[in-house]
Structure formats: structure tokens, C-alpha cells
């Protein structure tokens, strides 16, 4: 035993523990819990709604007939399936334009004042805390009624926010930038902070100016950032619902009802789970083609980058 | 960076007062709302302030409304979840990045391949699967579909993978087994994120919606989110004072969380990498 201990730490290369006998099992002992819940929960729903999406099987499991790909070609037929995808891809776009500008915009603006940072912190990342339900209230209830809603109330103005079709998905981009636009503002600030001090002063005895720093350290240094704030919103609006279904119920006439919306109201309210799995995995299909561009995206700038 | 008076501050500054005075408006016009007696509540020309101030909507919505019921289920759900996924990711993560065993790669590739997939896409089977589990309005439906997240454990492996191994080598000459050095060397170093990791699965449980308004019907098991939706648009009327203090209810109690712990909040985004860096 003294002989062992005597040995001196730098004695390496060690044998790592992970090949000596008997610690083999161990790994998938730890990656059990886990896994278990992931497979039931995840990986069987997956297979599961695929299956659902070939059949005919209603809310309450009946009905159950293999219909093979059926449910899709009727999917891909359905006007209020292209309206709604249509709508989730508007929305995608327009949502997250700003969401990404003004969050960096905010993050810098924090990031360069030295008063009250709890404020600010409070006042951008605040709302990104409230329920989608608190949100949704709100929003509906004080701020954008005609008469006495906040909006019109303070600047005179008599928009219809919600009941005019061409003005209602522009609320909801509104009110889900005020809502959501701290992640990524709070993404923005920890990346700022995490810029080494040195570049910005090696950068002020050369004479740059604000904007010379701005434009030749910060930007490209939150370039990771950017791009990583940029998949991650894409992917949070093309599943929005919430607000969406809590404030216009997808109305007025259709032009704010995103898929997932239709999907629930397919599904859940109109009974036809086969056809909603269809519509759900038609979705889905999008979210991971965006995702995987986005990752081909992300190796390429990686690869020129080093 | 120089502790003088600067022009350039004082212009951030007053766009900064000007950019958090919009974006606190909604916040504060619906605590100002809650304090107006009821009638005084869609008055025109509109008033930041009634003729006084009373907190009788406060009083009404918490004898008669079941918010302080969907308040404790809510905090309950989300501390379970939050416990579970933090503990199972985190031990998930540590045999992924620190041990090894048959299939680990393909068990890996399997949870990644996981991220892509929206939860709320798999509304329709997940029911299905809870009809016949037998769960729907209990809080196990709630709570089990989201400890299922691989992007969590994606990120301790990460972590994990850079933990230096002469730390868990000394422990090990010493005699500590696998599940010693898991808790109380490789945990409390990775306390940074795991607090970060903590705070955002929390506050995701707290305000999800979708998932919980489909397996909860009874009002006894649901969320604040799910109650406050269902009643407001129901019993409620046109009563908006009271509307607002449900509002404000709801919405306090993360932000308070949220003031006391700021600074973690930001540091912790920094060390899960999510910040890109």
C-alpha cells in the first residue's frame, strides 16, 4: 500500500480508470436514468407520431387503418396548411430580424454603461420571464385594444391591432420581440463580457476610435455569437404558438394561425390525429432542414476561420 | 476605462432611459391598472394613476381564485423537473464524457440527434402515450416528457470533457470510486453551469404552456400559465383591475428570482457556452 502512494504523481502516462476492469459497466450505469426517460419520451413519441401520421387514428386512439402516405398528399393539397406554413415562415422572418439586431443593439448599450446595470439587465431581460399566458393578457387586454389600449391610448392613433388581417401578424411579431428579445440580449452581454480587456486597449494606443473598435473587434469577435443566436431563433419561431393562440386564436380570417396552431386545432379540436401527426412532421421536416443548413453553415465558417 | 464624466455616457445613458422606459411600459401600465379601482380602468383620456389606490383586486384574486393553487403546482412541477433533468443529464453526461462502455458512440449520436426534435411537434403521440400510461392530469405528465432533454446533456458533456483528469486521477488513487468523484469532485466544479443549466430549465417549466394546457384539465393539476389562461378568458369578464393583479401575480415571482440572482444568471450563460465563446 505505501509503495503505491509513494509513487509520484508525475509518474505518468497513468492508466486511466476508464479501461481497468471492472469500470466498464459502470458509463451506462450513469447514462441509464436517462436514457430511459429519453427513449420514452422522446425517441417512442417520434416513432410514434410517424406511425400516427400513416393512419387515420383519432383523439381518442379509434379508427386506427394504415392509410400510407395519404394524410401527406392531402396535407400538401390543403390551402389552410399552406396558409398556416405560410404564415409560421412570415413570422419566422420578420421576428427574428429584430429579435437578433436588438439584442445586440441592447447588449451594447448595457455593455458600454457603467449606471445601473440591474436596470437595464431588468428592464430588456424582464419580460423574457413572464409566462406566455401573463404575455398574452396583457397584451391582448391593455395594450392593443382599439379605444382604450395603451398603444392608441398614448399616440392617438385608432390601428385595429389584432382585427385587421393585414396589420394582425405584425402585432404578434410586436409583442414577441418585447417579449422575447432578452435571451438573446443576455447571449449578446455574456459574449461581450468574455472579450478580452487587452484588444480594446492595444486598439485605444493605436488611435481607433469607438467605432473603429466596435467595427474591428466586437462585431467580428460576436460573429460565433450571431450565428448561434441566429439558429437558435429560427428554430424558437417557427414553433411559436403560444401567444398566437392565447391572442387571436389565429384569426382574424386566418392570417396569423402558425402550423403548430393548425396542427393542435386538427388534432385536438377536429379530431383527425393521423392527419395532425401529417401536418406536425411536415414541421418538422422544415425545423430540421433549417437546422442542418445552419450546421453546414457553421462548419464551413469554422473551417475558414482556422 | 476612465471614471470621468464623458459626453458619450451621458448620450447611452439617455437612450438607454429612453429604450427601458418603452420596454417597462406594459410591465408597469398593467401594475398601475391593477391598483385602479375597477370602474376607473378603461377611462379616456387614459391615466397612468385612478383617484386612488387600492389593492382590492389583489385581495379579490387571491380569496376567490385558484392562482395561489396553480402557483404552488407550478413551483412543484418545475422543481422536480428541474432536479431530474439536471441530475440525469448531468450523470448522463459524465458516463458520456468521462467513462467508457459498448454502444456509447451510437447512444451519443442518438441523444444529439434528439435536439432537432420540437417538443411540440410531438403533441398527438406524447397524448396518446399518456392516455395509456394512464397519466393524463397528474403531474407526471407534466413533469416526464421534460426531463427529456438532450440539449442539456449536450452541453455537460461539453463541460465535462474539459474538467482536467489529473483532478479525478489523484481521487482515484486514493480509493474513491465512479459515483465519489461524480459528486463531489466533478459537481462542484462544474457548479457555473449547472446553476445556469438549473435556471433555464427552470424558467422554461415554469412558463410552458402548450404541453401542460393539453394534459391538464383539472383545475387541481394545473400550471399557473394553464389557470391563468383558462380563467381569465372565462370568469373574470371585463374586470380588469382584477385581470392585471392576476397578471402581475403570475408574472412576479420569476422576476424576483430573476433580481436577486442577475449576476449569476449572466455569468452562468458565459460558462454554458451557449454565449458562443
Known amino acids: ?306 | 476605462m476612465t471614471k470621468r464624466f464623458s459626453w458619450s455616457q451621458l448620450i447611452l445613458l439617455v437612450v438607454a432611459l429612453v429604450l427601458a422606459a418603452i420596454w417597462l411600459a406594459p410591465v408597469l401600465w398593467a401594475v398601475a391598472t391593477s391598483l385602479k379601482p375597477e370602474e376607473e380602468t378603461t377611462q379616456l383620456p387614459l391615466q397612468w394613476f385612478g383617484s386612488e389606490i387600492t389593492f382590492d383586486s389583489y385581495a379579490l384574486v387571491l380569496g376567490t381564485g385558484g392562482i395561489v393553487k396553480w402557483a404552488i403546482n407550478s413551483t412543484v412541477t418545475a422543481v422536480i423537473v428541474t432536479f431530474l433533468t439536471v441530475l440525469f443529464s448531468a450523470m448522463a453526461a459524465y458516463g458520456f464524457a468521462r467513462t467508457q462502455f459498448r454502444g456509447q458512440r451510437v447512444l451519443l449520436a442518438l441523444i444529439l440527434a434528439g435536439i432537432m426534435v420540437p417538443p411540440q411537434v410531438l403533441i398527438a403521440p406524447l397524448f396518446a402515450e399518456m392516455v395509456t400510461l394512464g397519466l393524463v392530469d397528474t403531474w407526471w405528465a407534466i413533469i416526464l416528457p421534460q426531463v427529456a432533454a438532450p440539449l442539456i446533456v449536450y452541453i455537460l458533456v461539453k463541460f465535462f470533457q474539459d474538467v482536467p483528469p489529473e483532478l479525478e486521477q489523484a481521487a482515484f488513487v486514493d480509493g474513491a470510486g465512479r459515483w465519489r468523484v461524480f459528486f463531489t469532485i466533478v459537481l462542484p466544479l462544474s457548479r457555473p453551469v449547472l446553476a445556469a443549466v438549473s435556471i433555464f430549465t427552470f424558467i422554461n417549466t415554469w412558463n410552458n404552456f402548450l404541453w401542460p394546457f393539453l394534459v391538464s384539465t383539472d383545475p387541481n393539476t394545473m400550471t399557473l400559465p394553464v389557470g391563468l389562461a383558462n380563467v381569465v378568458q372565462g370568469t373574470f369578464g371585463l374586470r380588469y383591475a382584477q385581470i392585471m393583479a392576476s397578471v402581475v401575480l403570475a408574472g412576479l415571482p420569476l422576476l424576483v428570482v430573476f433580481v436577486m440572482f442577475q449576476r449569476q444568471i449572466v455569468r452562468g450563460v458565459a460558462h454554458t457556452g451557449l454565449a458562443g465563446q
Not at chain 1, 386506427?64 to 401527406?72: K, R
Not at chain 1, 421576428?95 to 448599450?109: N, Q, R, W
Not at chain 1, 461581450?192 to 469577435?221: F, N, V
Open chain 1, 1 to 306: 500500500m505505501t509503495t503505491t502512494v509513494a509513487a509520484p504523481p508525475t509518474a505518468a502516462p497513468v492508466a486511466t480508470p476508464k479501461v481497468r476492469r471492472g469500470w466498464t459497466q459502470h458509463g451506462m450505469v450513469f447514462v441509464a436514468p436517462f436514457l430511459l426517460i429519453y427513449v420514452a419520451f422522446l425517441v417512442w413519441p417520434t416513432l410514434l407520431g410517424f406511425q400516427m401520421s400513416l393512419s387515420s387514428v383519432n383523439i381518442a386512439g379509434r379508427n386506427n387503418n394504415f392509410v400510407g402516405f395519404d394524410n401527406y398528399l392531402e396535407a400538401f393539397g390543403d390551402p389552410r396548411m399552406w396558409r398556416s406554413l405560410w404564415n409560421t415562415v412570415v413570422f419566422t422572418v420578420l421576428s427574428t430580424i429584430p429579435l437578433v439586431f436588438l439584442g445586440l443593439v441592447f447588449a451594447l448599450l448595457v455593455h458600454n454603461l457603467r449606471f445601473m446595470q440591474w436596470l437595464w439587465r431588468l428592464s430588456f431581460f424582464g419580460p423574457f420571464l413572464l409566462p406566455s399566458a401573463v404575455v398574452s393578457i396583457l397584451w391582448l387586454q391593455m395594450i392593443y385594444p382599439p379605444d382604450y389600449g395603451l398603444i392608441n391610448g398614448t399616440l392617438g392613433t385608432d390601428v385595429l391591432w389584432l382585427g385587421d388581417p393585414s396589420v394582425a401578424m405584425w402585432s404578434m411579431v410586436l409583442t414577441t420581440v418585447w417579449w422575447t428579445v432578452g435571451f438573446n440580449f443576455l447571449l449578446y452581454l455574456a459574449a461581450l463580457q468574455s472579450i478580452p480587456h487587452h484588444l480594446y486597449e492595444a486598439a485605444a494606443i493605436d488611435g481607433a476610435s469607438a467605432w473603429d473598435k466596435l467595427r474591428s473587434i466586437t462585431l467580428p469577435l460576436l460573429g460565433r455569437t450571431t450565428m448561434l443566436i441566429v439558429v437558435l431563433q429560427l428554430v424558437a419561431s417557427l414553433k411559436v404558438f403560444d401567444q398566437i393562440y392565447l391572442m387571436t386564436g389565429g384569426g382574424p380570417q386566418d392570417s396569423t394561425r402558425p402550423i403548430i396552431e393548425y396542427a393542435y386545432d386538427v388534432g385536438f379540436t377536429g379530431y383527425r390525429t393521423g392527419y395532425a401527426s401529417a401536418v406536425s412532421y411536415i414541421l418538422f421536416a422544415l425545423i430540421v432542414i433549417v437546422s442542418l443548413a445552419q450546421l453546414r453553415l457553421f462548419r464551413k465558417r469554422e473551417e475558414v476561420a482556422s
